[in-house]
């Protein structure tokens, strides 16, 4: 009988050991840590595209090095380019143009911000479309944010004219 008891206690930590070990990869994602997600998207609109404001990363909760430029094409089109670009990978990675300047306190950059999508790729040159209509004068920093944790991952200032 007692070792029947054994053999179940050890089954029931078996099973708890594997959904932690389940749970900690779906939500956590460490295994991003050794993935590199590489872009390299070309400058939209090349031949005319102007720069409106530009600024390099600085580092939050993980180091990154590149620069964030807001552009315009001359069919009137804005978009935020990273160049240079180079950050961890992590799970739930989103890039916001945020109202709070690029070197104040982190947990404020998701107070006032807009959501320009899913961040493409942890290292590389990449493009996110500005929605027409936002007033580019209201908003002061690009943030690459993690969602999942809510910690910016590194943010430049940019800020230009509507």
Same mark, same amino acid.
């Given at each position: 009988?007692?070792?029947?008891?054994?053999?179940r206690l050890l089954g029931l930590l078996a099973l708890a050991a594997v959904g932690?070990?389940?749970?900690?990869?779906?939500?956590?994602?460490?295994?991003?840590?050794?993935?590199?997600?590489?872009?390299?998207?070309?400058?939209?609109?090349?031949?005319?595209?102007?720069?409106?404001?530009?600024?390099?990363?600085?580092?939050?909760?993980?180091?990154?090095?590149? &620069?964030? =430029?807001?552009?315009?094409?001359?069919?009137? %089109?804005?978009? *935020?380019? #990273?160049?240079?670009?180079?950050? !961890?990978?992590?799970?739930?990675?989103?890039?916001?143009?945020?109202?709070?300047?690029?070197?104040?306190?982190g947990d404020r950059f998701d107070d006032r911000f807009v959501d320009l999508g899913?961040?493409?790729?942890?290292?590389?040159?990449?493009?996110?479309?500005?929605?027409?209509?936002?007033?580019?004068? &209201?908003? =002061?920093?690009?943030?690459?944010?993690?969602? %999942?944790?809510? *910690?910016? #991952?590194?943010?430049?200032?940019? !800020?230009?004219?509507?």
């Amino acid at each position: 009988m007692r070792l029947l008891g054994h053999r179940r206690l050890l089954g029931l930590l078996a099973l708890a050991a594997v959904g932690l070990a389940a749970f900690v990869l779906a939500y956590f994602e460490p295994q991003k840590l050794f993935i590199d997600d590489r872009v390299a998207e070309a400058v939209p609109a090349a031949a005319t595209a102007k720069t409106l404001s530009a600024g390099t990363f600085r580092s939050y909760e993980h180091a990154t090095s590149g &620069r964030a =430029r807001v552009i315009a094409g001359a069919d009137g %089109r804005r978009y *935020v380019r #990273f160049e240079d670009f180079e950050t !961890s990978n992590g799970p739930a990675l989103k890039v916001y143009l945020s109202a709070s300047p690029a070197t104040g306190p982190g947990d404020r950059f998701d107070d006032r911000f807009v959501d320009l999508g899913d961040l493409k790729g942890n290292i590389g040159s990449q493009n996110y479309a500005i929605p027409r209509g936002v007033r580019l004068d &209201r908003y =002061r920093s690009v943030v690459v944010w993690c969602e %999942r944790f809510s *910690v910016p #991952f590194a943010a430049a200032a940019v !800020s230009a004219a509507s």
